[in-house]
Every structure is written in structure tokens, then in C-alpha cells.
């Protein structure tokens, strides 16, 4: 082939055919119609095999796929196998995806969301209400959306979830109340520092809490009883 392609033109995932030149124990070299040509590594070959010329010969035209570009050191990667559309190491918690049921189980359903394998919707996931057998809900073939709800890269396992996400509730302050506890804390404070009959201190810690207090009738209040049960003692 004549070059038609340059590496620039090339990138991760495209389709590409090709002419396998020359055949190697560790890969074939093709002839992409780029300004080089490309490596298919015995990796790449879609199944383990001990022998390229399993999978591939000379001579022989080929569908592959851009591994990856090497434009510094002009080597082009190529691989048999379509790369996911959705990278795994890409995937996180939360994620919104578009999928197709592929399989039904009694426990749920896996559903293609175009990473490296279905990612799995147990029937606890797949509405909001009880639902008895996925089959209830989904059946394969069906367009789904989903969000990620774990991802195990390790077993590499991906659970889904077809429920829309809860709306976080605020926790609901009562003001009332924080004012009570910072005011029940007040009082505490003026009885230990009356305690140690140190009069300035009293004073000026009185002073301070009403003017940081919104409800100074209220804090008044306080020191009035609280003055009142000391000089009782």
C-alpha cells in the first residue's frame, strides 16, 4: 500500500485495514497504508495461540484496530480486538451511562455499557419500589440508563443501578435550641467564674455575652436568676 495515512491521521481505537507483511514470533507487521507499518503484537491476536500464523498469514488482508501511536519513536500498535468504548480506568462511582441488556438472571441483569464487560444490576437496584424477578422489569435487547454505584477494578466488576439518585435533604437546624445549649453553657461559665468570687471576671464575661448573643432579654435573664440564686447561698 501506498502511504496514505500519517501518524497524526491515526488515533487510539480507529479501524483500520490492512496487508500483514511479514510474520514474527512475537507479532505480524502490517501495512495500514501509513508512513510506517504497524505492529499486531501476539497479544493482540483476539485468543491465546502459541503460533501467529494461527490467527494471521502473509499476505492475508486484515480489520484491525489503533492500539496506540508512538509518534517520537513512529511505531503504530494494533490489536484484533475492538478497544471499549468506556475506559476502564475511567469509571467512577456516580457515573450516568446508556447500556444494553444482554443477559437476565434470577438475580438481576448485566447490561453493556460499552466497557470491557457488562456491568451487572441486581434486582434490588432496578426501581425504586419490590420487584420480584428482573424479568419483571428488563428483558435483553432493551436500551437502559444506569449510574455506577461500585467498581471493583480487581475482579474488575461493575454494579450498576437503573434508580434515580437521592436528592440529599439538608439537616434542619433548630436555631431555638442551639441557642438554649450555647445559653445553658453561658450560665455554666458565669457560675464558675462567680465561684471564684473574681468580680472583674464576672463583669467583663457578662459584657461580652451580650454582645454576641442575638437574644440579649433572654441572656439577661439568665444572669438575673443566676445572680439571684448566688447571693441566696
Known amino acids: 500500500m501506498s502511504a496514505q495515512l500519517t501518524l497524526d491521521d491515526l488515533k487510539a481505537g480507529m479501524e483500520v485495514r490492512g496487508k500483514v507483511k511479514k510474520i514474527e514470533l512475537f507479532g505480524a507487521f502490517v501495512d ?8 499486531l503484537h501476539i497479544s ?12 494471521v498469514k502473509s499476505g492475508e488482508e486484515i480489520t484491525a484496530y489503533v492500539l496506540k501511536v508512538d509518534k517520537d519513536a513512529k511505531r503504530i500498535a494494533l490489536s484484533l480486538v475492538k478497544q471499549p468504548s468506556v475506559r476502564w480506568d475511567a469509571i467512577k462511582e456516580g457515573d450516568e451511562l446508556e447500556g444494553e441488556v444482554v443477559r437476565v438472571e434470577n438475580f438481576g441483569a448485566f447490561v453493556e ?9 441486581h434486582v434490588s437496584e432496578m426501581a425504586d419500589g419490590y420487584v ?13 440508563k444506569v449510574r455506577v ?19 440529599k435533604v439538608e ?6 435550641e442551639d441557642e438554649n445549649e450555647q445559653l445553658t453553657a453561658f450560665a455554666a461559665a458565669l457560675r ?3 465561684a471564684r468570687n473574681d468580680d472583674d471576671e464576672v463583669e467583663t464575661f457578662v459584657q461580652r455575652g451580650k454582645k454576641k448573643n442575638r437574644n440579649s432579654r433572654q441572656q439577661d435573664d439568665i444572669i438575673s436568676r443566676t445572680l439571684r440564686q448566688t447571693n441566696k447561698k
Open 32 to 39: 495500514i497504508g501509513a508512513e510506517t507499518d504497524a505492529l
Open 44 to 55: 493482540q491476536l483476539g485468543k491465546p495461540v502459541r503460533n501467529v500464523e494461527d490467527v
Open 113 to 121: 455499557v460499552g466497557a470491557e464487560r457488562p456491568g451487572m444490576v
Open 132 to 144: 420480584k424477578s428482573p424479568s419483571d422489569v428488563v428483558k435483553v435487547g432493551d436500551k437502559v
Open 149 to 167: 454505584l461500585k467498581v471493583d477494578r480487581k475482579k474488575r466488576q461493575i454494579d450498576l443501578t437503573m434508580k434515580a439518585p437521592e436528592e
Open 171 to 176: 439537616e434542619i437546624v433548630d436555631e431555638d
Open 192 to 194: 464558675r467564674a462567680m
